[in-house]
């Protein structure tokens, strides 16, 4: 029997842990470790409310304006606001495509590339695990192009954004009610030139890519699986059908697909270092509390009625039903986020004809004193929540779950794991000492610990061991 313990995770978003048991040559146990402190719950008390689109989209470099949507969400939501102009929406639509794009990209290129294909043997690439790279020289050359072509796509993305909402990352044009510039003309030429660049790259070396592993990786289209037990909360609103999306809402149980309801969702944290609490989520609060022995994560454990869900590419492919979703294997998540891009920039393209250059893209909305709402989106890797609630014109609470809070969550009070944990269950670890496995089935999940769990102790090697005042 063996314990391996991968502290940090790199190339993931921000950092993470996991500790497998691999007995008999498989994983007997895994538990999926966040550990930073996000904070970002007392951040936002006592700020005016219209700052929480702007401060929120600061808990995560990669993923911001997926908080920024959802923080304006939550406070429409609040003011009781009328549906968006349609310009609102179709810009909103820009701008996140665009962020979620550069995440594909970059989670492709960047991120996941060195578990399958050998690196350079230069710096900075050395390091890593040496075993399990079968694509041969010349296609490993090619690979060793695109991921420098990658890296210039994701930045094309980003500048993509920035002409939507003025700056990336952390955009300026999300706002309650709208978005604060209407792009027209000559950036509207510049946005369309760079999606037909986008949309080029990931139809002829993107997705042709993600097919090569299927290729020479093919055991990994039955491994890291798990139930396609998972949640979407709807991505890109429908500009001429207020309420629904593109990407349907939509919960996958082990009785099959059913409307989303939010009060059906609870946040454990018997595995985790916080105060537990009883009280409904809107009124909750994230305090740190490292008294009890049974936690080992700065990550919560959301469910839903009960289940763990994961979210994510595949789970909205899934949720949308048009196409078998496969086994819910590693290459299967893989295969669907490289798909996923190519979707949105088609789409995209035909938003950005839509636009009326004439017409209204703010609807100014009042925010009460005082009441509570919920906004829900879909982020990049799954389901995003922010709860706001608001006393004397001021935030009195806030609550965020994450996509990667759902994905990486640690047991709930049943015991039972979370979906990166779960999925690690009977893979086969082939060398203790070097377990690529183990990374791929994580990678496979898109890890952003930033947004789902920043107090590190460096005396004691960033691991849990952290002391708050
Ligand atoms: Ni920091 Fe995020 C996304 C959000 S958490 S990347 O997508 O919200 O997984």
């Not at 609102?88 to 820009?94: G, H, K, P």
């Not at 930045?155 to 309650?176: D, I, Q, S, W, Y």
């Not at 909750?284 to 919560?300: E, F, G, H, M, Q």
């Amino acid at each position: 029997m063996h314990t391996i313990s991968i502290s940090p995770i790199t190339r993931a978003n921000s950092v993470g842990a996991v500790t497998v048991t691999v007995e008999g040559g498989k994983i007997v146990e895994a538990r999926s470790e966040g550990t930073i402190f996000r904070g970002f719950e007392q951040i936002m008390e006592g700020r005016d409310p219209r700052d929480a689109p702007y401060l929120t989209q600061r808990i995560c470099g990669i993923c911001s304006s997926a908080h920024g949507l959802a923080a304006c969400h939550a406070l429409e939501n609040l003011a009781g606001a009328a549906p968006l102009p349609p310009n609102a929406v179709l810009t909103r639509n820009l701008i996140y495509g665009c962020d979620l794009v550069q995440n594909h990209l970059r989670h492709f290129y960047v991120l996941g590339l060195w578990d399958w294909v050998e690196p350079p043997a230069q710096y900075p690439f050395q390091g890593g695990y040496t075993r399990d790279f079968r694509l041969g020289p010349s296609l490993t050359a090619e690979m060793h192009e695109h991921y420098w072509q990658g890296i210039e796509q994701a930045r094309l993305a980003h500048e993509a954004l920035t002409l939507m909402g003025g700056k990336t990352p952390h955009n300026h044009g999300l706002v309650p009610g709208g978005v604060s510039f209407l792009p027209r003309g000559e950036i509207l030429e510049a946005l369309r030139e760079k999606l037909a660049r986008l949309e080029k790259f990931t139809e002829e070396i993107y997705l042709p890519d993600a097919r090569v592993l299927r290729e020479f990786y093919p055991e990994y289209l039955h491994l890291g699986t798990r139930p396609h037990a998972g949640l979407s909360f709807g991505m890109f609103p429908d500009s001429g059908a207020p309420g629904s999306h593109r990407f349907p809402a939509r919960v996958l149980l082990e009785g099959g697909a059913e409307p989303l309801d939010l009060a059906a969702i609870d946040e454990i944290t018997v595995h985790s270092w916080y105060r537990h609490s009883a009280d409904p989520l809107s009124r909750r609060k994230t305090v740190p509390d490292l008294s009890d022995p049974r936690a080992y994560s700065w990550i919560k454990a959301p469910r839903y009625r009960g289940a763990p869900c994961q979210g994510g590419p595949l789970t909205r492919k899934a949720a949308a039903g048009r196409e078998s979703a496969g086994e819910n294997s590693v290459l299967d998540r893989i295969a669907a986020r490289a798909e996923e891009t190519l979707e949105v920039i088609r789409l995209m393209i035909n938003w950005a004809e839509e636009l009326d250059p004439c017409g209204e893209s703010l609807e100014p909305v009042r925010i009460p004193a005082a009441g509570s709402a919920a906004g829900a989106i879909d982020a990049m890797r799954g389901p995003l929540l922010h709860w706001v609630t608001v006393r004397d014109g001021r935030i009195a609470n806030y609550q965020i779950i994450t996509p990667s809070s759902w994905n990486f969550s640690p047991r709930d009070g049943r015991g039972r794991p979370g979906p990166a944990e779960e999925a690690l269950l009977g893979l086969p670890v082939e060398d203790p000492a070097e377990p690529v496995e183990v990374g791929r089935v994580i990678r496979s999940f898109d890890p952003c610990y930033a947004c789902s769990a920043h107090v590190i102790d460096l005396r004691r090697g960033n691991r849990k061991v952290i002391r708050l005042p």
